[in-house]
């Protein structure tokens, strides 16, 4: 992905990983990568990028209130819109199968309006972070638990922007056991092979759509800038 440096062997070695706030706002606004259909796994991210380092306060509504790390406070139209959601309906139910599953914990607060949630696990992924060094919510990077990505990637069927999500959360650079890493970052699923070449099957079954999906999403995602596809011939796979 352009102008984002991974680190060697991020997610080879390390249960962490980093996610960079400049990215997650960028994905937000681009409304050309649809959501619709989705695993959750771009929700949770989406809410994590606004949680807060350090301790803050926020007014809404003529009362002011309190957030710690791991914490953010906003409207439901705020919510409604990163989701790119229709009603809020829509955004509490995302919220509640989130919480249910054991993502977060949020609350309803000014007669229905406004939503406070906790990232749980917040502190543990981020402890080595200073808490209380200033960091917009726009800017900076944070860590979350590589399983709990990997989890929600599986919960449903992936939307475009979740596909996107799951290559950059899994792309690899300069591993010297990782064929290729070292002419640039690649994704690589862990299928233990040192290979990160794969069939539109394989990837059909990751992400729960068809392999005429995949095609079509890989395609329109090289087409836009953000991934590199390499073919091969026969059943070698991309």
């Not at 919510?79 to 829509?90: G, L, T």
């Not at 914990?105 to 060094?133: C, P, Q, V």
């Not at 990751?206 to 079509?216: F, L, Y």
């Amino acid at each position: 992905m352009p102008d984002y440096q991974l680190k060697i062997k991020q997610v080879i070695d390390y249960p962490r990983c980093r996610i960079y706030r400049q990215f997650i706002q960028s994905l937000i606004e681009d409304s050309s990568i649809r959501v619709k259909r989705t695993s959750y796994l771009y929700f949770y991210v989406v809410l994590s990028t606004h949680a807060n380092f350090r301790t803050s306060y926020r007014r809404l509504d003529g009362f002011t209130y309190t957030v710690f790390p791991g914490e953010w406070i906003c409207t439901q139209v705020e919510i409604k819109k990163w989701f790119r959601c229709r009603s809020s309906a829509d955004v509490l139910h995302i919220l509640d199968h989130l919480q249910k599953n054991g993502y977060i914990n949020f609350t309803i607060l000014g007669r229905g309006s406004i939503i406070k949630y906790t990232i749980i696990g917040w502190e543990k992924n981020n402890a080595i972070i200073d808490h209380h060094a200033p960091c917009a919510k726009t800017t900076g990077f944070f860590f979350l638990c590589f399983r709990r990505l990997t989890e929600l990637t599986s919960m449903g069927k992936c939307a475009e922007k979740d596909i996107l999500l799951d290559c950059w959360f899994n792309a690899v650079y300069n591993d010297f056991r990782i064929i290729s890493s070292d002419k640039a970052p690649v994704v690589y699923f862990r299928n233990h092979s040192n290979r990160p070449v794969l069939s539109y099957a394989e990837l059909a079954d990751r992400w729960g759509i068809s392999k005429a999906t995949v095609s079509r999403v890989l395609n329109k995602l090289s087409e836009q800038g953000h991934i590199t596809v390499i073919s091969f011939s026969g059943t070698s796979g991309s």
